[in-house]
């Protein structure tokens, strides 16, 4: 009889484990979804607080922002190097002002007889058949000039073209003048070579002043 007590209170007491068991599943259960809810429900507090602050803006008349374009991209302005040459009006000397990328010497002969081939009313060169070749620089050595206490350096720009015939006292001129114009602090004196056709000839060393006798009429020449 003790055994059979035993064995049913041991039943009872399974039975009665198993059943607190299976509550606390269901209590835990329960309180999952109660988590569950809560959250969700949260979650609707947010968004509805979200949408009444855009409905709230909208009403209060504010619009979203909008890329505008306020001012033009920065970019790179070029500013050109201006240098004056001398073209030939009525057979005289006139001044003409040219924006050039660089004021090299090379570059200004190179512009000189450029545009003294162009198209300009009352306006001519002496050039024309004539073709710029190079520029050379070299040191001017001068015996006047060798004990000179103020230690200025000059140079010598020897101006090479090529073309037939020989080049007019005027079209030395051009040459001379515009550099002494522009280099005035440098170049002391040009030379004028004609390399070809036939034997290299030179046409001497020269500067301004002996041409000032060519100046239109108001033109101040450089030295």
């Not at 039943?11 to 259960?29: E, H, L, P, Y």
């Not at 507090?45 to 803006?57: E, G, N, Q, S």
């Not at 570059?107 to 007889?113: A, E, G, K, V």
Request: hydrophobic fraction near 30%.
């Amino acid at each position: 009889m003790a055994q059979g007590t035993g064995r049913g209170g041991t039943g009872r007491d399974a039975a009665r484990n198993t059943g607190q068991n299976a509550g606390r599943s269901a209590g835990r259960r329960s309180t999952g979804r109660g988590t569950a809810r809560r959250s969700a429900a949260r979650a609707t507090r947010r968004f509805a607080c979200l949408l009444a602050i855009v409905l709230t803006a909208g009403a209060c008349g504010i619009d979203p922002t909008e890329v505008r374009d306020l001012a033009r991209p920065p970019v790179i302005s070029y500013s050109p190097t201006w240098v004056t040459i001398y073209l030939l009006r009525d057979g005289r000397l006139v001044p003409k002002k040219i924006p050039v990328s660089s004021d090299s010497a090379k570059n200004i002969i190179d512009t000189l007889f450029r545009e003294g081939k162009l198209p300009r009313e009352g306006l001519t060169s002496a050039l024309n058949d004539f073709s710029h070749h190079g520029t050379e620089t070299t040191r001017y050595h001068d015996d006047n000039q060798r004990n000179d206490p103020s230690g200025n350096l000059g140079y010598r720009l020897s101006v090479i073209v090529t073309g037939g015939g020989e080049m007019s006292r005027k079209g030395l001129a051009q040459i001379t003048c515009t550099i002494r114009q522009n280099k005035q602090e440098s170049i002391w004196s040009v030379e004028v070579t004609r390399l070809f056709p036939g034997k290299p000839e030179t046409w001497g060393e020269h500067t301004c002043f002996e041409y000032r006798d060519l100046a239109a009429k108001g033109v101040r020449l450089p030295p």
